[in-house]
């Protein structure tokens, strides 16, 4: 099966004064997966569910394969759709579930059997939803969604309900799935590590529209705005000056996303562009240290910042609270606001 | 001790409060040994009482007009309202409790002229009283069917099937119905229950049912009147009986 194009094109979406989507352009290649990323409110389960059919946009066009669906109900849009909240039909089975789609476009039943397998859940076939755990109720939910062999599939935060461990598994399980099958897909989650580990490209909306939208190692590495750096995980703000292309934050130069006029900024660095070492010269103390496992999280304040940074637990010396530190700057580009 | 011995008063008490008419209305229309045998005589009966008779089919054939008329009415509005007017929802939720909160009595005044015209258009066969009979209904089958609505997430379960490519009468008769049958069977029984122990109505606009000829077989056999009230009230005792199993098997069904 290959893909077709989707593009979204000027899609607005208002209730009342709140526009959900505010002239919403978005083009997803054949067979691509692009996950949509924010926070709440930012309007990316709106975009799906337009493109799904089961919400009209206030203006704007959906265009799929090249023709244009804007007026199509949900129906007859041929997409497959897995939701945040568990929606596999209570009174059928696994099997009847997957099976549902299949009927309905009296296609052969047989395939139901072959997208369980597809998605592990062979011998599953004859358990009711309530016999069936989260992240299996979302498998049957996908296969379903596959049965159809729909031209997009929408992922609506198919694993947000799922323990973290689960979520990974599946997380994987879905991008091996859609590489397989080759169904352009629309995938939207809150979760950046999510979005960045699943996605062909990232989008990251606010306030309906996209802030950026690029490969997930440019959005993570090279972030297009401080909301972008923001929602991806940079937590330190420092002051800094801007001479031409580079940007001088605590004594180090570090090269600069975009162009800057110069001057004094505030940037936005990386919490693992920074390395913490043992220094009793230094000015810089610890405030905490958290072990997170493979990880470890070390607060330390500078003058009248405080810098959080992430470094390989292994790498880290025993620190005390108040001991004297020196922190090192990856030589990574930075956002400036 | 006082606690348990005040518990068994109370039990006491309400048990003979509401077998002992029951009692007694089994001993009396056992009095003659035929009357109960004559019940189950269809031939008989109708040869016999033919009034009661008719006012039995009539009954029947209310109860179960009035249950299609009010699952086809009420189902697919609740679906509806559910899933794309919620705002409505408070004002349907008022407008089904009215009926419970209107007397009798008051609603007859009002239907009178109403049944006017359909005396011209349809003819004052008793079976017209199921428009009346849907009405009267409403407060307690659109609550046993709300209910079930609220049970399940009817809007994610919709949006699944039509994304699946069902239009909305496969979502409401294949995805919806299916997962609300105990509430529709609630719905059902409660309406049978209520239409076959409906007096006023009938009695008033002057049309005839089970009610209404137990009623007038009171003034000449009094035994069969209440031998054939017990035995309507027994059907009725079954039905909720049905309805609790029916409850109860759905409820061990959905455990995991």
Redo the contacts between chains.
């Keep these: 099966m290959t893909g077709v194009a989707v593009h979204l094109d000027g899609l607005r979406r208002t209730f009342g004064t709140v526009h959900a989507l505010d002239d919403l352009d978005l083009s997803i290649a054949p067979g691509e997966l692009i996950a949509l990323l924010g926070p709440s409110g930012c309007g990316k389960t709106t975009a799906l569910r337009i493109l ?3 919400e009209e946009a206030t203006a704007g066009r959906v265009l799929v394969g090249g023709k244009d669906i804007t007026a199509l ?9 897995v ?1 945040q ?7 059928l089975n696994a099997r009847q579930n997957v099976e ?2 299949l009927r ?2 009296k296609r052969s039943l047989q395939r139901a059997v072959e997208m369980l397998e597809l998605v592990g859940l062979s011998g599953f076939e004859d358990r009711y939803p ?2 069936l755990s989260g992240g299996q109720q979302q498998r049957v ?1 996908l296969a ?2 596959l049965a ?1 062999e729909p031209q997009v599939l ?1 992922l609506d935060e198919p694993l947000s309900a799922l323990d973290a461990k689960v979520r990974v598994q599946l997380r994987d399980e879905i991008r091996r799935i859609q590489t397989e099958v080759g169904t352009t897909t629309l995938f939207v989650t809150h979760d950046q590590e999510e979005a960045l580990a699943i996605a062909d490209r990232v989008g990251v909306m606010r306030s309906g529209r996209l802030e950026q939208l690029a490969a997930p190692a440019e959005v993570y590495l090279r972030p297009a705005t401080p909301f972008v750096a923001d929602f991806v995980g940079i937590s330190n703000r420092l002051p800094g000056t801007v001479d031409g292309e580079t940007v001088e934050v605590l004594g180090t130069r570090l090269p600069l996303v975009g162009a800057h006029s110069g001057g004094p900024v505030t940037a936005l660095v990386r919490p693992e562009a920074i390395t913490v070492t043992p220094d009793a010269d230094s000015t810089a103390k610890v405030v905490t240290s958290s072990f997170l496992g493979s990880l470890s999280r070390v607060t330390v304040t500078v003058g009248d910042h405080l810098v959080v940074a992430q470094v390989p637990s292994g790498d880290l010396p025993e620190l005390a609270q108040g001991a004297p530190v020196r922190l090192t700057i990856a030589p990574l580009a930075v956002v400036v606001e | 001790m006082a606690r348990v011995a005040f518990r068994w008063t109370v039990l006491t008490v309400m048990g003979v409060f509401f077998l002992l008419p029951l009692v007694a209305m089994a001993e009396f229309s056992t009095r003659d040994p035929e009357t109960w045998p004559l019940l189950l005589d269809w031939p008989r009966l109708s040869a016999d009482y033919p009034a009661l008779a008719e006012g039995i089919l009539a009954s029947l054939a209310q109860a179960a007009l009035t249950t299609v008329l009010m699952l086809v009415l009420l189902v697919p509005t609740a679906i509806w309202v559910r899933l794309r007017l919620p705002k409505v929802r408070p004002l349907v939720e008022f407008l089904c409790l009215l009926p419970l909160t209107i007397p009798a009595i008051v609603l007859v005044v009002g239907l009178a002229p109403v049944y006017a015209w359909v005396n011209y258009f349809v003819g004052g066969s008793s079976i017209t009283l199921v428009f009346a009979y849907t009405i009267l209904v409403l407060p307690y089958a659109y609550r046993a069917i709300d209910t079930g609505l609220s049970a ?2 009817v809007k ?2 919709a ?9 909305w009468f ?1 979502v409401i008769v294949r ?1 919806v119905l ?2 609300i ?1 105990s509430a529709v069977l609630s719905a059902a029984f409660l309406t049978v229950a209520l239409v076959l122990g409906e007096f006023t109505i009938a009695s008033l606009l002057h049309r005839t049912n089970l009610q209404v000829a137990i009623d007038y077989l009171g003034k000449s056999s009094a035994t069969v009147s209440v031998a054939v009230s017990l035995a309507a009230l027994l059907f009725a005792f079954v039905l909720l009986i049905v309805l609790s199993l029916a409850g109860s098997v759905s409820a061990k069904g ?3």
């Design positions: 799904a059919g089961l109900p949900a129906s007859k849009r041929d997409m497959g759709m939701f909240a568990y929606s596999l039909f209570p009174h549902f789609g309905l476009r309530n016999q939910a379903r969604a159809i929408l | 399940i997430d994610t379960l949006e699944a099937a039509r994304s699946l490519g069902s239009g496969t995805v299916p997962n049958r959905k455990k995991s």
